[in-house]
């Protein structure tokens, strides 16, 4: 992958290789090609996936507003359906463990938002009741 971005460097390469970073638990450079492969102009499928690599990491760092930022983008660029992964996207022992207030209520906000999105759908109540759930509400 290294030699692939020194030959051709494009969005999806650093894209790539900022998820086998994430992957093997190298949060810190997968943002780092996550942040290098936004740089480089990506379509907004591309973007899914660097928002949805970029929350997962920085999530693990503890860089809580940027986890909360990343899964908003992610979710305001898919269709309204699709969007209620975002609530799935860090798994639910992760947030149970997770006691800082501003991430909480960052994740509550997105999923009042996701619910009003969907027109309160079964699945996107069941979606915040499941997120509700894993913060022991």
């Not at 809580?64 to 798994?91: F, G, H, N």
Request: with cysteine; charged share 25%.
């Amino acid at each position: 992958m290294n030699t692939a971005i020194k030959t051709s460097p494009t969005v999806w390469s650093y894209t790539y290789r900022g998820e086998l970073h994430a992957l093997s638990g190298r949060d810190d450079l997968a943002i780092a090609d996550l942040n290098e492969a936004q740089r480089r102009s990506p379509t907004s499928q591309e973007m899914t996936v660097i928002h949805y690599r970029r929350a997962q990491a920085s999530f693990r760092q503890q860089s809580y507003e940027q986890a909360i930022a990343d899964l908003t983008d992610w979710a305001q660029l898919v269709p309204a359906a699709e969007a209620l992964s975002v609530l799935t996207a860090i798994p639910q022992e992760s947030l149970s463990m997770c006691s800082d207030p501003t991430f909480r209520k960052g994740m509550r906000e997105l999923a009042d938002h996701l619910v009003e999105r969907n027109q309160q759908s079964a699945q996107s109540l069941k979606a915040r009741a499941d997120l509700l759930r894993s913060f022991g509400e």
